[in-house]
Every structure is written in structure tokens, then in C-alpha cells.
């Protein structure tokens, strides 16, 4: 057993080593001084053991002087397991890995040498109270176990705790609270406060205080919100009229009927087309001559087409969303890295296989940039064929309240016409994250 | 990609495709004479029976043959209105898109260099943006002083916001190492603009610019049917490509309106290609990947 005397060390002179090591360099000097508390300094002999491979995995060790063997068994994979270890240097990380209880190396020190300990249970709590600087800790952890001790494998280890700290940061009302607080420290919300002030502030000023030329005949905000809080509108149409979520939900409906349908037809035939070269071949140029034909120039050839107009209406709305989710589909399937369809018919894969689990896949981030597309575009063209033809629907709104001189109420359609789409997008947005997690996952660890 | 743009095989397959289609248009929209006839009036009872109208096949027989269209061509290529409509949209859309660049490329280059500029200028930006362009036309009709602007001011809307998501896009992703090199380098913060950010954002300048073009068509066309034409005159001429689709529609002639669509697909396609071939022109740098 090494001789070895444990001793706390004055804060002050932690916080200057820490601050001089790798993962460290970034956390806030509150959080080192946590750090320090639970810090240990022990001296090494040369000959001394640290530990043993197999032995309890606790603390994790920064080499403040003299040096250090760390040899990685040949269990871990690494490519280059040994190493010197000089000042400055971090081991031991096993001791922050999940499912690895036990060390994976053996430390032997060569010069008589000074290290400082840290536990790892206590030091995985401390960045567990700030997620935040615990993950950017984590993920340089992370570089340093494939670069410097070229032990890859490992990173699912620690990606493992990763995803620990982002689930309770998820749950934390404190860290969402952190979050808030940090944002108002910062200057972005004083300056859009700024940015909004200045640009309501010139529609109040150039429309109903000034009354500049040309803006005279525009609606001023305090009209327009007037009529949108009123019980009564002047106009028939505010927050409190039934019609007003009548038009909301007809127009949504619309929308998601045409977006359904894109996305059944548009999916598949992207799939096809980017998958199989004869289908591209032939289908493309069809598609590809099509597609230049603006949405709006089709609108009287669709209402000649269906007698209906609510189904002309749905179709141009559909069209639009086609094009950008097959195309968008298209690409995606395009991108995919040849070596993985290769791979997959290396190792026996049949056609079927290769395309449920190499194409779709590799094609979902694509194809979920064409969904996103493809409902901005949407809401683009019902807006286009509801003021043309149609009956309801927040364009028929905009449009109608212009021939009969409702100002105000043009501008409240606008607006919620903004509002809705939004949230629409988002939801997608929200949609496509959730499904592609791993790829989200591959960009954070991506910077490695 | 180049190589494969002189691959006969594959363009004998497209032509092939296409004439396959217009083939098969010309059966469906024909379909008002043939389905008369005595073998098809099972046919004709079943249509009848899912609800459709019993005299044409749905949909494709209410559209004029490929072969009318022709005809119609014919006729209107050599009609001056014709070539009036192209002019106007043409020069509706150059004006709106040239608005757009002079505007937005800026505004984009300063959201993405200042943080103050952004700050106060992208949450603005962001609450604009979900509205849609056309919703835009009624109010721009109320504001602008000439219906012609007023649709410049449109179509000018739509490729606005995409040049200027794509600008600040662009800046965003240019690697930071250029910049710490440049600095550490001794470059002053103009030359880090002119050297660094401006060559850096040329890229997505160009994307950009060749998607607000597309939208860019878009909105025209719908400009002018929502605002007649803009054209005081009125009449078949002089009112855009948009008007023109409209007003064959109102005058019944159907054939006019594939000739409209079809045109203004040409326009677009036109201006997108020239469009990219600048973009390529003036990113040499990207030619060599």
C-alpha cells in the first residue's frame, strides 16, 4: 500500500490549479469553490501504486507535480494504453462512468509526485445542482477519453450520464427558473423589448398621432386592439365572436387535411425516387416539370377541375406541400453515405431491409426540413386560394374585410393568421425533434 | 453531375416519361368524346355512382388537351398582349427582387455581425415573418399610393424574408476558427467583414436568392389575380402572366389558361437558372468541391 497522507487543501490554491486543468477552465469560480471542499491533496513516492485495475473506481486525480503511469488493461480497447502522466493531467475518470464501478487502469507513480483527489459521487452531485456547467464539464471529459486516452467505447459510458443531467434538467423547476434568471441578465431581452417598442411604437406614432400621408388610411394599433378585445366589434369580428374560431378552425382543418395528404403521397414517392435510379428517371422530369408552375397559377384550372371549391381549395394547398416534402425526401435519401447501403448488402441484407432501416432513417432529418417547408408553404398557398375562391378561412377573412372597407379586422386576420402558422411550424419542429433524438444527440457530441 | 447531364439513356427515358404523360392527358381530357361511346356506359354509371359527373373522366377531362394548348400557343405567340404580360410580371418580379437583395442583404449582414442588431431587430423580424405575403396584399393595396406598388411591395415581401433568414443563416455557420485566424493575424474588424464574412455568407447569399426567386413568381402571379391586374387599362394586355391565367378563366377560354401556366413556369425556371449561373459566377471557390 502506497504511503499516502491525506490532507485539505486552502481553497485559493485549488482554485488556481483547477483553473489550470483541462475540463475545469470553464466553470464559474462559485462552483470550484464547491469543487475545492470536496478536494483532497496526497502525495505519491516513486514505485507507489495509485490503484490497481479492478480496484474500487472513487476519486478522480489531477497530477499537480511529478509524474504518473496509467495503463489502461487490455479489457478497455484502448489503441495506445499506456501513458505518462505530468502536471496539469486528469485520471481516474472511471470514477465518473456509469455501470463501471471498478477501475480500468492501473497508476503507478515513476517521480514522486502530488496529486489532488476528488471524489466522484460528490463531484457528479455538485454539477448535478448546475447542470449546465456539469455538462460542459462532462463533454470535455468526453474529448479526453477519445483523444488523449484513445478509448472511444467509452463515451457511451459517459453519454450515459449526459442524458442523466438533461432529464433532470428537464424536470428541475429550478434549472428552467436558473434559465429564466440568466436571460434577463443578459442584454437579449431588454434589446427585443427595444426592438418591439420601436417598431409598435412608429405604427402608433406615423398612423394615429402623426398621421403621416399614405399611413392616414392605415388601421393604428390602438383601433385594431380595440376591436379585437371587443365584446361588440364594430366590424364582427374579435375574441368574443363565435365566427372568429370559425374561420380559425376551418382554415386549420383545410391545412391539415392538404399536409396529411403531402406528406402520404410526397414521403413515399421521395423515397422512391432518391432510392431507385429507373423510378428517378423516369419520374423526375415529370415532377421537375411541374414543379416551376407557381401554386397560384393553378387555382382556376383546380376549380375548373373539381366542382367543389372546397376541394379545389384543399388541393392547392396540397400541391404546394408535395412538391417541397418529395423533393425535400428526395435529398434526403441522396445524402445517405453510400458505405451504409454497402454495408447493409455486405452483410446480407435484403432490399427490404435495406430500405426500412438504412434509407428511412437516413432520409428522416431531410425529410423533416421538407415537412417544415412544406406547412409554411402551405399556409401560403390556402391563404392565396381562399382569398380567390373559397367560403370561411382566415384569407377569406382578409380578403372580404378589404372589399367592405373592415380595416381593422384585415390586420386581426393577419395577425392571427401569423399566430396559427406559427404554431403550426413549431409543432412540426417539435414533432421532428422528438422523432430524430439520436440526431440530435449525434450534433451535441458532434463538436467532440 | 455534369456528366450525367449528357447521359442519353436517362433522357431518353425522360422524354419517353413525359410523352407517355401528355399521351395520357390527351386520352383524359378527350375523354368528353370517347366516353360516349356504347362500350363505356358501365363505365360512365360507375363514374355516376362515386359521385363524379358522368360525361368526362374526373378531373383530367375538365382540362384542355395538350394538343389544344398547342393551338392556343399558337395563337397567342403572336399576340403583342401576350408578350406585355410577360414584360410586366417580369418586370414586377425584377423590381420586387432587386428591392428584396438591396434591402435585405443588408439588414441580414447586420443582424449577423451586431448583437445589438440583432437583439432588437430579429424579434421584429420573427414576428412578421409567419404572416404570409399574400396576406399583405389587401393592406399594401390600402397603403401604397399605385396598385402597381402595391404589388412590388408584395412580391418584394416574399423573397425579403428568405434572403435575410438565409444571410444571417449564412454568417452563422462560417467557422469560427476563420475568425480567430484572421484576428490573430492581425486583421481589423473591416477586413474581418470584407475578407472573412462577406465571401463566407456569399453561398447562402446565392441559395437564398434562388429560393426568393421562385417565391418570388409565386407571389406575383397571386398579386395579380387578388388586384386585377394593376393595370389600369385592363383588357387582355398589359396586365402580367398572373392576369392573364385570371382572365382567360373569366373569358372561359381554358386553353389560355395551360399557356399562362405553362409560361410562367418557363419564366420562373428561366430566372432561377440565370439566377444560378451568376451564383456560380461569383463563388468560383465552390466549383473546385
Redesign the interface.
Known sequence: MPTQDKQPVSPDILLGILKATMPFQVVSDAMLRRIAAISWKVSYRAGDTLYEAGGPADDLYIVVSGKIDHELAPGVNARRPMKTLGEGDVFGWAALLEKVPNRLAKAVCTEDALVIRINGEELLKTFESDPDAGDVVMSRFATMITRDYTVPDLIAQLRGIHRKLHARDAQGMNVTLYRVSRWLKS??P???L???S??FGCWYLAVEVFKLP??R??PGITTVVTEWLNPNPVFGLSLYTEEYYKHIAVSVWRVTQAFLLATALGVPLGLFLGWSK?VK??????FE??R??????????A?????ATESAVIFLTFLASFFATALNTMLGVESIDESYTRAANCLGASKSQVFFHVIVPGALPFVFTGLQISVGVS??SL??AE??SGQYG??YV??T??TMVR?PT??I???T???V??VT?AMVRVAGDYMMQWRVRELALGAR | MARRKFDSKALAKGLFSILVFLVLWEIGSRSKTWITAEAFSGFREALGALGFNKNYLPWVGAIPAPSEVVVAWGKVIVDPGYWQSWWMSGARVGGGFFAAMLVGIPFGLALAVSRTAHGIGFPVFELLRPIPPLAWVPASIIFWPTQELSIAFVTFLGAFYTIVINVVGGARSIDVRYFQAAQSMGSSKADIFRRVILPGTLPSIVVGSAVGMGITWEVVVAAEMISGGGSQSGGTSGGGLGFFIWNSYVGGSYEQIVVGMISIGIAGFISSELLRHFGKYITPWLRLR
Open positions: 442584454p437579449r431588454y434589446l427585443m427595444l426592438g418591439l420601436i417598431f399614405r399611413f388610411e392605415m429507373g428517371d423516369y419520374l423526375f422530369p415529370i416539370m411541374l416551376p408552375i407557381p401554386i397560384l397559377a393553378w387555382v382556376p384550372i376549380i375548373v377541375m373539381f366542382v399556409w401560403f391563404v392565396a382569398m380567390v382566415l384569407g382578409i380578403n374585410s378589404y380595416y384585415i390586420i386576420g393577419m395577425i393568421l401569423g399566430a402558422g406559427y411550424s
